[in-house]
């Protein structure tokens, strides 16, 4: 009886992964080239370990989807594999926190319809990869096996390459570890072998931008001078509210409290609390951290 409900379980995960990422598939078509997607296919035709603005993940995967002709299905493919994903890991952090089918309905159902992007971006994903290193840190915590750093570094490095962005998140988990018990899994040597995995594959994008005068750091300086729109604190946290859906947000409101009252799971919040500090203080624009919510979507 226990095996017939776990494979249940895992049914529920693959079923909205796969409705998610049919439903984008076929809506996302009618939506035409947005102009960072055409920027990500040039950049991308052209092979580096880098670019000036961002790092070679997204480009190189936007340009291998046109290897035979213009497709704008091609490339929205890839998005909506990485939006099935994110569902699918919703899913599970749903079910390792203890939900069973309904609850992780809920969460697929929430960050299908709450976190939705249609067009490639260097934060697609992150979607998946973000939510992906909280789920393996919630196996570690609930007393699994070490390894599971290795998985967490994986994701965040792989990440790296995608989004430099990444580099808060990780240090708000680490944060929100280190100020709860759950700081006792970091004593282990495969912790440290997590970063060593990070930092190696993290280390093609940042040794290029080191090459490169760090280029990245220009464009940041350069848009916190004017070209970016500095958001107040207040209206900070509106537009998270606003940009997860005003209905849906009720979901990852009630899932932030959850992880705050509950003792086992509160490193969870004060990551969440952490990196959106972060965020306000560094005039982030209000999307930067849209991949949290898919974990707090879960609880």
Request: hydrophobic letters at 55%; proline letters at 5%.
């Given at each position: 009886?226990?095996?017939?409900?776990?494979?249940?379980?895992?049914?529920?995960?693959?079923?909205?992964?796969?409705?998610?990422?049919?439903?984008?598939?076929?809506?996302?078509?009618?939506?035409?080239?947005?102009?960072?997607?055409?920027?990500?296919?040039?950049?991308?035709?052209h092979?580096?370990?880098?670019?000036?603005?961002?790092?070679?993940?997204?480009?190189?995967?936007a340009?291998?989807?046109?290897?035979?002709?213009?497709?704008?299905?091609?490339?929205?493919?890839?998005?909506?594999?990485?939006?099935?994903?994110?569902?699918?890991?919703?899913?599970?952090?749903?079910?390792?926190?203890?939900?069973?089918?309904?609850?992780?309905?809920?969460?697929?159902?929430?960050?299908?319809l709450?976190?939705?992007?249609?067009?490639?971006?260097?934060?697609?994903?992150?979607?998946?990869?973000?939510?992906?290193?909280?789920l393996?840190?919630?196996?570690?915590?609930?007393?699994?096996?070490?390894?599971?750093?290795?998985?967490?570094?994986?994701?965040?490095?792989?990440?790296?390459?995608?989004?430099?962005?990444?580099?808060f998140?990780a240090?708000?988990?680490?944060?929100?570890?280190?100020?709860?018990?759950?700081?006792?899994?970091?004593?282990?040597?495969?912790?440290?072998?997590?970063?060593?995995?990070?930092?190696?594959?993290a280390?093609?994008?940042?040794?290029?931008?080191?090459?490169?005068?760090?280029?990245?750091?220009?464009?940041?300086?350069?848009?916190?001078?004017?070209?970016?729109?500095?958001?107040?604190?207040?209206?900070?946290?509106?537009?998270?509210?606003?940009?997860?859906?005003?209905?849906?947000?009720?979901?990852?409101?009630?899932?932030l409290?959850?992880?705050?009252?509950?003792?086992?799971?509160?490193?969870?919040?004060?990551?969440?609390?952490?990196?959106?500090?972060?965020?306000?203080?560094?005039?982030?624009?209000?999307?930067?951290?849209?991949?949290?919510?898919?974990?707090?979507?879960?609880?």
């Amino acid at each position: 009886m226990t095996g017939k409900h776990e494979t249940n379980r895992l049914d529920v995960a693959w079923s909205i992964a796969a409705v998610t990422f049919v439903l984008h598939l076929v809506g996302e078509p009618h939506y035409g080239f947005f102009r960072d997607e055409l920027y990500f296919i040039a950049c991308g035709r052209h092979p580096a370990w880098g670019y000036v603005d961002q790092p070679p993940l997204v480009p190189l995967l936007a340009a291998f989807s046109q290897l035979f002709g213009h497709s704008l299905v091609a490339l929205r493919a890839i998005s909506s594999i990485f939006a099935a994903a994110s569902v699918f890991v919703a899913c599970k952090i749903a079910r390792e926190l203890g939900g069973r089918e309904f609850a992780q309905v809920l969460a697929g159902v929430a960050v299908m319809l709450g976190t939705a992007s249609v067009a490639l971006s260097t934060d697609s994903p992150g979607m998946w990869l973000w939510p992906l290193a909280v789920l393996y840190v919630l196996r570690i915590v609930k007393g699994g096996s070490p390894k599971w750093w290795l998985g967490v570094g994986a994701a965040l490095g792989l990440c790296a390459e995608a989004k430099y962005s990444v580099a808060f998140f990780a240090v708000a988990l680490l944060v929100g570890l280190i100020d709860t018990p759950e700081r006792k899994p970091l004593r282990t040597p495969w912790f440290f072998g997590g970063i060593g995995v990070a930092v190696v594959l993290a280390a093609p994008s940042i040794v290029w931008q080191w090459g490169h005068g760090f280029p990245m750091l220009e464009l940041l300086r350069n848009g916190a001078s004017g070209k970016n729109v500095v958001l107040s604190p207040i209206e900070f946290l509106l537009r998270q509210f606003w940009l997860n859906n005003p209905v849906l947000s009720l979901v990852w409101i009630a899932g932030l409290v959850y992880v705050f009252g509950n003792r086992m799971h509160r490193w969870l919040g004060v990551t969440y609390v952490v990196l959106i500090t972060m965020m306000i203080v560094l005039h982030a624009k209000d999307y930067y951290p849209a991949a949290v919510y898919i974990a707090l979507f879960a609880a």
